[in-house]
């Protein structure tokens, strides 16, 4: 096989001196343990158990390729192997069983049976001077395992794993391969002493004919006993020792077994029924018990009193040892059926009547053993009424077993989904199923959950975007493509922020770290973000981040950001705004903005020492234009002065209108003395100008009343107030009508 430098192996032993491992089998570890105990259960033979047992422990425990080796008096002699369907291996295995035969010494299975442990590989080399190491990197595999199958410090053979990902071996894994050890050798010599048995009963069926077995004889007068040396062998005896007489047989035969052999001598002196059959033990030599299969004739003169008894013996030791292993590994496959944690239940196969039914399938029913027992699966709702049990009998006649069945019935009274696996057994003299009842009830409706939820997640209106660690996107949803205008292929493994929000420009990276803190501390985060779409048009959005924990270390491990475009609603809001602070004609500030920034302008001013100046501007002759030219001249000819006062003031100045001709000029912040006076004297120079309307030029006047913060008052509407007064003065001194404006 596979050869290593010896740095590289890492050695297990599995001996009766071998340390216990205290680690136990994971889980699945036990399954399989079960599994493998089934199997060996329902094997036909020899090589089909070993060829179901590989594939069983390579499949469930992640190898790729398995190999099995049976021990003979010459070595180590191929079995069978299984591979994975897509693993070219016939060049590999060839190679193998040439090398084992060739060079066995430099052989991996050879070592592992000569240690008595099981000896790991976990990284093989490409080593290209050694064969069979360049087949197993052909066809890719890295990983190697050598399991010898031993009962006590005896081996009956080696199981080769081998894995094309590097592998490594666990305590739990150990302790895993060492009960495999144990389950898989007991099962060999059970077979092999099938086969002994099978081969001394036909011998001994000859000897029988021939010789009528090992003979012995017993004179009752003298006690003296008569044998041959075939007897001497039976009794574990050289055949320079013989038996004398019926005391040397009592210092052979056990003391606890010695009223077995006086209950023999009695019974055979009764006329009625002289002949006893029964089984004691003789100590051997070596401190070893040997089992005796003695019949025992008494012989009788003409008077029917008891002369000698007769006999025949067979050493049933064999037998014996066989039958205790059978037990013991009905036993093991009683725990493990009892105890396995998969509902099972063992039922006749044609009928579908229950024999056996272990502890976790009885909790699922929700009844106690004598009430399944006896019924028909059918019966016991476990198979629908209506549906045909034929088919499936079927498929396992055919192959020995089915797996993975699926099926919709009925467990204590609620529809449940099960998935069954069945394997034709011998039970009680009867052929019979095992079979597996799998609830997957739960994973049906998670399944199904999930997938409502990911339709909920296709059709939502939202964009949502599911993030790893570091905030690099592995989902989105189609309303996202719609939102931002990236395709899937596009946004994958983009960090979202970089994508849409800071390609927006309007956000620093003080934005983005509060974020990620209020996430990180409080679990979520949700504002307005700018973004910018695939096609360079920057959009408002709403968005909330989200954080998902591990269940147990309670660490990120994922982020989720549900956002929308909220375009519209800026613009509604800005609509809103426009029409609660702007005037609808002219489109300047109205009287609520005035005042509300006059009251900023004042306190500012009062905080800092400062004056504030408010320009009452009221036009001159706007009622006569209204008179002359129509309302909508009027309108138009607001429109023109207010787009000329704009021009007059500052960024910072505030211009609104109250009403009809009046506006208002705020200037928070008048530093030279004359300062409203020369916005004043701007304004009426900017109103001079003939306006033109409907292509008639018109032309007006303004007068303007100026109030200051703090001289003439000290709140708006004070400051109003006077500058209304001050704005009377100047038409009275001008003698203009106040009304005809």
Known sequence: MVNARPDQFETY????????????????????????VQTLAGARSLRDGLRNIIERIARVDGWDLGIAWLNTPTGLKFQDAWNKSQLNADTFLETMRRWQQKKPAECLSSMAANQHALVFIPMLEADTGHECNRHARDIGLVSALGLPLMVGNTLYGVIELFSRTSRECLPDTLGLFRALSADIAGFIEARQLEQQLHDNNAKLAEAHRIARMAYWEMNLQTLQLHGNEDTAMVLGLTPDRQLRDLHDLYALVLPEDHPKL????????????????????????????????????????????????????????????????????????????????????????????????????????????????????????????????????????????????????????????????????????????????????????????????????????????????????????????????????????EWFFGLVHKASGRHDKSFFRQAVNSVESEGTWKGEAWGRRADGVVIPTFLTLSAIRHPTSNNVTHYVGVFSDISRQKEYEARLQQMAWYDDLTGVANRSLLIERGNRALLNAERHDTVVALLFVDLDRFKAVNDTYGHAAGDELLRQVAERLCICVRASDTLARLGGDEFIVLLPEVTEENGANVVADKIQRALSDPFLIDGHHVGIGASIGIAHYPQDGLDMPTLLQQADEGLYRVKRALRVDPDVT
Request: proline share 4%; glycine share 8%.
């Open 262 to 493: 006086q209950a023999m001598i009695a019974g055979a002196q009764q006329l009625e029924h002289p002949i006893v059959n029964i089984e004691h033990r003789v100590r051997n030599a070596d401190g070893t018990d040997r089992h005796i299969l003695v019949q025992a004739q008494g012989r009788f003169d003409i008077n029917g009193k008891p002369v000698r008894i007769t006999g025949t013996i067979q050493d049933i030791t064999e037998q014996k040892r066989a039958a205790a292993r059978a037990l013991q590994s009905e036993h093991r496959w009683e725990i493990a059926f009892r105890n396995s944690p998969v509902a099972s239940l063992i039922t006749e196969l044609e009928s579908g009547l229950c024999l056996d039914a272990n502890d976790e399938m009885l909790r699922c029913l929700g009844k106690p053993s004598e009430d399944v027992i006896g019924k028909t699966t059918t019966e016991l709702q476990l198979w629908p009424p209506g549906r045909s049990r034929q088919t499936l009998i079927d498929q396992v006649k055919e192959n020995g077993r089915v797996r993975d069945f699926e099926l919709t019935t009925h467990l204590a009274g609620k529809e449940a989904h099960l998935l069954i696996n069945l394997e034709i057994i011998d039970f009680a003299d009867r052929v019979c199923l095992l079979g597996q009842w799998i609830n997957v009830t739960r994973q049906k409706q998670l399944e199904e959950r999930l997938r409502l939820a990911a339709a909920a997640l296709e059709y939502a209106g939202d964009a949502l975007v599911l993030m790893d660690q570091r905030g690099n996107i592995i989902s989105i949803n189609p309303a996202f493509t719609q939102v931002t205008g990236y395709t899937e292929e596009q946004a994958l493994g």
């Open 13 to 36: 032993p599995l001996g009766l001196s071998a340390v216990q491992v205290n680690e136990p089998p994971s889980t699945q570890g036990l399954q399989l343990l079960y599994d493998v």
